[in-house]
């Protein structure tokens, strides 16, 4: 036999358990706009029944004693989220490394006349002048002025890639600093939530900030997150454990330090701890950064590869050719590189020096009009001097590189966001919050709270009688 | 199947779809705007290849075509005075003919002698020719004056192919060398001499010695120096042809390059508006997906 206000209770819980899934409605339709959020659903349960023995039968049977919110739940995708951190290490990867390549091709300001293909042409065409008139000074300045294009260009160039190195650095080491601060949080919550699992409860908003952390810190270098739900493991409920390139960056609430030491050595990407241990890095926005810098010195390596052919081909033919003062063996160029070519002082200071004749056959003395040699020095243009190639084929290749380079990064990058977007799109489709079904649970929620003061009402009436309708009291009344 | 939709996808589908519409339609107004579709190497990296190839070809092609400008000049200089020296040896050889004759008297042969001495001393002056400032007989020795006088005749102090240091050659190809200029010591030396040989017969009266000897001498130079100019001559033509050669792969070649890096102004107009339609639908796409909520119909 239930008690007297049995009725009572049941219409209380109802309205009790509304009003709770009203709250989760408002706090899911206040977070629409919230980045991270995963919308939360109040599961309703019935209440323990009670336990009723038929008394006209003598049947036992049970009554219902209403309704309760047995939880509080998160609708997320985990694996989802999973693949949303490889994604995002991949496209941070393919972001930094297509925002350094579109800047190292600008370097190269081509197409252009002034650039150093330009520069080249221009050099050769100077020489092929000075075969016509090797006597003028005008001519002899004119190859001056050509060379000190290519040294110049040679040197823009390659100072404007190597500008790019100490910034890829700087940023690697600030990318490392907001790694380590986000392990250091997800640590923190870690805690938190192991406690409020540890108290029963379910924390969907710290679980919520934890994924987006994660997510942040996904991008920056790929990490493999193993959760407490792997027995393995032996982490405390609630808690995850994240590696990056097998070493532990986070564990329970404590969290280790990556080091901002990087290595591209044999084309494995890392960071190196104080210790020489390497993390090898696949993907993430500081892997990119790694990348990125390793091509640059790939690309300043070729830049300095032609200035030293240049510089090579340029001296054998000069030292063989004779200048208007007789004297033979000068060098044209000095250094070894793109970085330090420099007109020769034996040339720079003498433009009667430039070794435009070729050497006379003894007992003949140089001839003024003699440009045979400048002939030849103007022939290199087209001389196979690098491994097959001519000095400008070699650099067309290299500079079509670069574009292809960054050509295939912008590719690249642009459809791993597609990819990303993609992916959060669907755990959107799963997580995120629809007003328009908000809105609807909501008008269910407030008609069932409505039916709840009903049945009150109407248990009130009910007991209005027996209380009030029934003996003295209700013959005084 | 449905797919459930959170306000947030609505919100995101949004955004990527109106920032991929704008970005393609600034992308071809940057086009026209700029004129080029080659901005930077990423662009088209084959097609940068390609283009600098051929700009670097039509640099190269540029610079033989001022090379051969050069050669033409030249050549032509040479030949105009070659020109003058074969009208002065006809003269000569007329000369001679009247100088053999038997009823000329000694005072007129004194008058002949000293004409054709005038023609040594033009030829000797047609021998210093120049083109700018290089003297076109003198070999390499071209900043000093080939004939020098010397008493009635002249000496020959430029370079000569026994010296090394006779021919001026000028590429007007690749590979493609061309020696522009002809040694005064095959040209004027000779012909001074006989011409010198000449005027001292006709002077002496040795009128057998003219008709017999000089008289096939100066034939001889003449013939010499017809000979150089039908080479000089070749020369021209070859250095023409070449050109005309050349201009014909500078049209194709720098069209092959505006090709790859001028923008095709009527294909990215039409591209401007196809991406301008698409941007104006992306963002009345979007305003529609905002109009209709659940709470415009809650009281």
Known sequence: MSSTFFGLEIGRRALAANQVALDVIGQNTSNVGTAGYSRQVANFEESDPYGYPGADTGKPAQLGTGVSIASIDRVRDDYLDKRIYAANADQGALNSLNTILSRAETAYGEPSDTAIGGQLSGLFNSFSDLSASPESDAVRSTVLNKAQGLVDAFHEVTDALAKIAPDIQANIVSKVGTANNLAQQIAALNKQIALSVDNADRPNDLLDRRTALIGQLSGLVDLQVIDSKNPQTNLPTGEVQIDVGGFTLVRGDAASSLPSQFTSVNGKLGLVTSNGLPIPLKSGEIAGLIQANSQLNGYRADLDTLALNTINAVNAQHKAGVGLDGATGRSFFTGTGAEDIQISPDVANDPDAIAAAAAPLPPATVALGNGDNARSLAALSSKPVIGGFSLDQFYNAKVAGVGADSQRAQGQSDNQTKVVSQLQSQQASISGVNLDEELTKMLQYQRSYQAAARIVNVQDGVLNTIINGLGATAATA | ?299
Do not use: C
Not at chain 2, 4 to 28: E, K, M, N, P
Not at chain 2, 58 to 67: A, N
Not at chain 2, 202 to 212: E, F, H, M, W
């Open chain 2, 1 to 299: 199947m449905t797919f459930r939709i959170s306000s947030t996808q609505i919100v995101d589908g949004s955004l990527i779809g109106i920032s991929a519409a704008y970005s393609r339609f600034t992308d071809a107004q940057e086009k026209i705007n700029s004129g080029k579709q080659l901005n930077k190497p990423s662009d088209n990296p084959s097609g940068l290849a390609q283009s600098l190839d051929f700009t670097e070809q039509l640099s190269e092609l540029g610079q033989f075509g001022k090379t051969l400008d050069q050669a033409r000049g030249f050549i032509a200089t040479s030949e105009s005075s070659l020109d003058s020296v074969n009208s002065l040896l006809r003269q000569a050889r007329t000369f001679a003919v009247q100088g053999a004759s038997t009823s000329t008297n000694d005072t007129a042969r004194q008058a002949i002698a000293g004409q054709i001495q005038d023609i040594i001393n033009q030829l000797g002056s047609l021998g210093n020719a120049s083109y700018g400032s290089r003297y076109v007989f003198g070999g390499q020795r071209t900043t000093t004056p080939p004939l020098v006088a010397n008493g009635t005749g002249f000496n020959y102090t430029g370079g000569t192919t026994a010296t090394g240091d006779a021919d001026l050659n000028l590429d007007i190809g690749r590979g493609e060398t061309l020696t522009t200029n002809v040694t005064g010591d095959r040209v004027f030396t000779p012909a001074i001499a006989a011409l010198a040989k000449l005027r001292d017969d006709v002077a002496n009266g040795q009128d057998l010695t003219v008709s017999q000897q000089d008289i096939t001498a100066v034939d001889d130079q003449l013939n010499t120096v017809v000979g150089i100019r039908a080479d000089l001559g070749s020369k021209i033509n070859r250095i023409d042809s070449t050109k005309q050669r050349n201009e014909l792969i500078k049209v194709n070649f720098t069209k092959l390059v505006s090709d790859i890096q001028d923008t095709d102004i009527p294909k990215a107009v039409i591209e401007l508006q196809t991406s301008q339609t698409a941007y104006q639908a992306a963002l009345q796409s979007t305003v529609r997906a905002f109009q209709t909520s659940l709470l415009d119909f809650l009281k």
